[in-house]
């Protein structure tokens, strides 16, 4: 195994050093604000773009807050970056993933659109997917408004919001919804059975831990008997042919690895065009570290280059 990157051991140590409680120890309310104070303690700073403004999408049960960003001031319809933050669908905002879609914006030159889905305990699943179903949906049918090609529509997130990407996707694909040329998937939960080997060897001492993800899982679903739903838990869908292309990045040293990793593998063999990228010395969430974890801008150029190779 490689040594851990030598940034995200500093990132590691700086969470021991402040004694703050563990995400599992606190509320939800409080888990939310300790982690936007994290974020914004280890972001680095906010690109400044030619327009960056809050919208919404109507969606099923009412309006979906979401936030636009593009950068340059070309008219030209662009691609659309429908992003989904992560935070273990329980935590997490506009605020806390605005630096990583500035930069995305900046970095692409599409559309990016940040999606502020409902979140558990107060919204259980499914809310977080039919949230995320109708405001990729939504967009796509604004498309023109927003300056956006229907064409070049793609969807990502890291970790929860990699969940949903994957979960959209799997609709589109199986209900007519948006056509999507490419699912960006960073360190993405797809098997809430956590039943992996990377659960086992990063359960302690590397950021997300075993304890933080059954807090966030038991947030999240109604019942154990969620944990088999494909829209869940991705992996578990009736098929995975047909799937748009998708760059799948992970962190060697997180719990999410392993599954992450032969979700790549399953697609693989189901025929769809996958790059995998694995960050061997990073942790879970790292995007989201650049002021400190330097591998957090290359995993950005990551996903503009995978854009970039399909001409979005």
Not at 62 to 81: E, F, S, V
Not at 221 to 237: G, I, N, V, Y
Not at 241 to 270: C, H, Q, S, V
């Amino acid at each position: 195994m490689a040594d851990l990157d030598r940034s995200a051991a500093m990132v590691l140590d700086l969470i021991r050093l402040s004694g703050a409680p563990t995400t599992d120890t606190l509320s939800p309310a409080d888990a939310r604000l300790a982690y936007r104070n994290a974020r914004f303690a280890l972001s680095p700073e906010a690109p400044a773009l030619a327009e960056v403004r809050d919208l919404s999408a109507q969606g099923r049960t009412g309006p979906i807050p979401m936030r636009l960003y593009r950068d340059g001031t070309n008219p030209a319809p662009r691609a659309g970056l429908v992003y989904f933050h992560g935070g273990g669908w329980v935590i997490g905002d506009l605020d806390t993933h605005d630096v990583v879609c500035r930069q995305l914006a900046q970095r692409t030159g599409a559309v990016v659109i940040s999606v502020d889905y409902r979140m558990g305990p107060e919204h259980k699943f499914p809310a977080a997917v039919e949230d995320s179903i109708d405001a990729t949906s939504w967009i796509a049918g604004n498309a023109p408004d927003l300056g956006i090609d229907p064409h070049r529509l793609v969807v990502g997130g890291d970790s929860a919001g990699g969940n949903l990407a994957a979960v959209v996707a799997v609709d589109a694909r199986d209900n007519h919804g948006p056509a999507i040329a490419l699912q960006a998937l960073i360190y993405p939960s797809v098997a809430l059975a956590m039943t992996t080997q990377s659960h086992e060897d990063f359960a302690e001492g590397y950021g997300l831990t075993r304890a933080s993800m059954l807090y966030f899982r038991g947030h999240y679903l109604r019942s154990e008997a969620d944990k088999q739903d494909w829209r869940a838990s991705p992996m578990r869908a009736s098929h995975h042919e047909n799937l748009p292309p998708t760059l799948i990045i992970t962190a060697g040293f997180d719990p999410l690895r392993d599954e992450a990793e032969d979700y790549a593998r399953m697609l693989i063999a189901a025929g769809v065009p996958v790059t995998v990228k694995r960050f061997p010395g990073q942790i879970h969430g790292f995007i989201t570290m650049g002021r400190i974890i330097p591998e957090a801008t290359d995993a950005i150029n990551e996903i503009a280059d995978a854009m970039a190779a399909r001409g979005l």
